[in-house]
């Protein structure tokens, strides 16, 4: 089965508003989370992580919460606009030899 | 930021034909990293290589693929002889001296298998 699931397939969301994005995971050994941003044909790129030893981080309008006991994470942007619409990808990773395990992602969009 | 280049950027080839796939890491990254996304599905990781050796690979990464990165050229993905189940598109991705999960992506390439 799916070790890092986002049961949503998309979301949308008005200009100005909260995106919140979610993300379960399985495995008790993932110690790094994060969230990836990607356009069609383009790079996945990274834009926020945490280590396990945290619960919250913030950098500018995102702010990563991980819920350990729960075994879930989430991205929230606020103030959101229409450049932010893509897919998002949540993805952890833990042990030794740094393999990620993503899920199917979460197709934002922001409307006007 | 740092970026990653794949070549080409799409390949369509016939059932049995080998097909290598090109990645241009980050000049100062040394362990590289190859994703396999089939459509519809969540990207799942295949291999990852650090200092000429393989140091993990998954269930998908299968006797037919192979992984190098001759004198600091490309690091490659080789299948040999390709399956239709090989259709995807393949990430090739790269981190930091020392491992990390900071990991940069390429914009992949779709391979089609015919």
């Known amino acids: 089965g799916q070790q890092v699931k986002q049961s949503s397939p998309s979301l949308t969301v008005q200009e100005g508003g909260i995106s919140i994005l979610n993300c379960d995971y399985e495995?008790?050994?993932?110690?790094?989370f994060a969230w990836y941003k990607k356009y069609p044909d383009n790079s996945p790129t990274l834009l926020i992580s945490?280590?396990?030893?945290?619960d919250k981080r913030e950098d500018g309008r995102l702010t990563v919460f991980l819920n350990k006991s729960g075994k879930h994470f989430s991205l929230h942007i606020t103030a959101s606009q229409p450049e932010d619409t893509a897919v998002y990808l949540c993805?952890?990773?833990?042990?030794?030899?740094?393999?990620?395990?993503f899920g199917k992602g979460t197709l934002l969009t922001v409307t006007p | 930021g740092p970026k990653v280049l794949q070549i080409p950027s799409h390949q369509i080839i016939d059932m049995g034909q080998m097909v290598t796939l090109n990645c241009d890491p980050v000049?100062?990254?040394?362990?590289f990293y190859w994703y396999k996304q089939i459509l519809g599905q969540q990207m799942e990781f295949l291999v990852n290589?650090?200092?000429?050796?393989?140091?993990?690979k998954s269930k998908l990464f299968k006797d037919q693929f192979s992984v190098e990165r001759p004198d600091g050229s490309y690091f490659t993905l080789k299948i040999q002889p390709t399956a239709l189940e090989d259709s995807a598109v393949y990430f090739c991705?790269?981190?930091?001296?020392?491992?990390?999960?900071?990991?940069?992506f390429g914009p992949g390439t779709r391979l089609t298998v015919l």
């Open positions: 991705a790269s981190s930091f001296l020392g491992g990390s999960y900071e990991q940069y």
């Open positions: 495995n008790d050994m993932f110690d790094y």
């Open positions: 945490v280590r396990s030893n945290v």
């Open positions: 993805a952890a990773g833990g042990g030794s030899n740094y393999k990620l395990t």
């Open positions: 000049s100062n990254h040394l362990y």
């Open positions: 290589f650090y200092n000429g050796k393989v140091m993990e």
